[in-house]
């Protein structure tokens, strides 16, 4: 793909972290930035009707793919902005891209990476942290959904507990390392071990989680941070690009690597705070 042509996940990201830094400040340039970024995702990326009346959109300009993943992504900042600024257009793409989601998800709980396109070979692929997209994404919307559309606000709160219980039993160890996939357990990566803290954090902090899953996945993130700490950090401070049994990869990778588990680390240093300043103790897994 050519570096002048946008992609999906970049702009979502863009959008993503613009709002929250807008909502945070209410500096009108951030707002600004976000809309821009959504006014991408909406304009200029190719777009799939479905009989259902769904909608999913493309990765880039240049096909007409259907990524679970980014279309629950996509839905998830197009509805929260589109709601903020009464924006028709983000609101309608926002839904279709919603439904899309829902629609796609397996009757085991679980979402694939993407839709089998005719005349292209295809194959199921079941992930860990393309699954931590989903739910993330999914975990936002529903308390935004629950004021306008509380049927809507349902079937999401069902997906979700239905996707968290399929990532819990399907794409962890025992002993609390994300696996790559379903039945795949390396290659250990950085988005692998930085979305699933992301994720377990967004979810036990979302009230239609069940309260046993809830408790599970606390428990989990604890495990999660340390074996990502105990495994992928390096004695500079950098993250490992990926870890396999017998070799490790170091490429120093912003993207691939840094940025995402300095992310996580913040979430979980929140957190962790959050729960002390109510009261509660939680035992870290952390270790120096």
């Known amino acids: 793909m050519p570096v002048t042509i946008g992609a999906a996940h970049g702009n979502v990201w863009t959008a993503n972290a613009f709002y929250s830094y807008y909502q945070l400040t209410k500096d009108p340039w951030a707002l600004a930035h976000s809309i821009r970024a959504c006014e991408y995702l909406v304009y200029c990326l190719n777009s799939t ?43 309608k793409l926002g839904n279709g891209t919603l439904h899309f989601t829902l629609e796609t998800q397996n009757p085991d709980g679980s979402w694939g990476y993407d839709m089998p396109l005719p005349d292209r070979p295809w194959a199921p692929n079941i992930d860990g942290f393309h699954t931590g997209m989903v739910l993330s994404a999914l975990a936002a919307l529903v308390p935004v959904v629950q004021t306008t559309d509380p049927e809507l606000a ?40 930085g979305q699933a803290m992301i994720t377990l954090i967004d979810l036990c902090d979302e009230n239609s989680i069940d309260k046993g899953i809830r408790g599970r996945m606390e428990s989990l993130l604890h495990q999660v941070a340390d074996q990502t700490i105990r495994l992928m950090l390096e004695p500079d401070g950098s993250f490992l690009t990926a870890r396999y049994p017998f070799r490790k990869i170091r490429l120093k990778s912003l993207r691939c690597a840094q940025a995402v588990l300095c992310l996580a680390f913040i979430r979980y240093s929140q957190f962790l705070l959050n729960r002390l300043n109510v009261g509660s103790s939680p035992k870290v897994a952390v270790k120096s």
């Open 49 to 91: 009707q479905h009989p259902s009346g769904s909608q999913s959109v493309s990765y880039t300009v240049l096909d007409n793919s259907q990524c679970i993943n980014i279309n629950a992504e996509i839905a998830s900042v197009l509805i929260r902005l589109g709601r903020h600024i009464s924006h028709e257009d983000f609101i």
């Open 154 to 193: 349902l079937q999401c709160s069902s997906a979700l507990n239905k996707g968290a219980r399929f990532y819990l039993d399907n794409l962890f160890t025992p002993d609390g390392q994300p696996m790559y996939a379903v039945k795949k357990r390396y290659p250990l990566d950085p988005y692998s071990c």
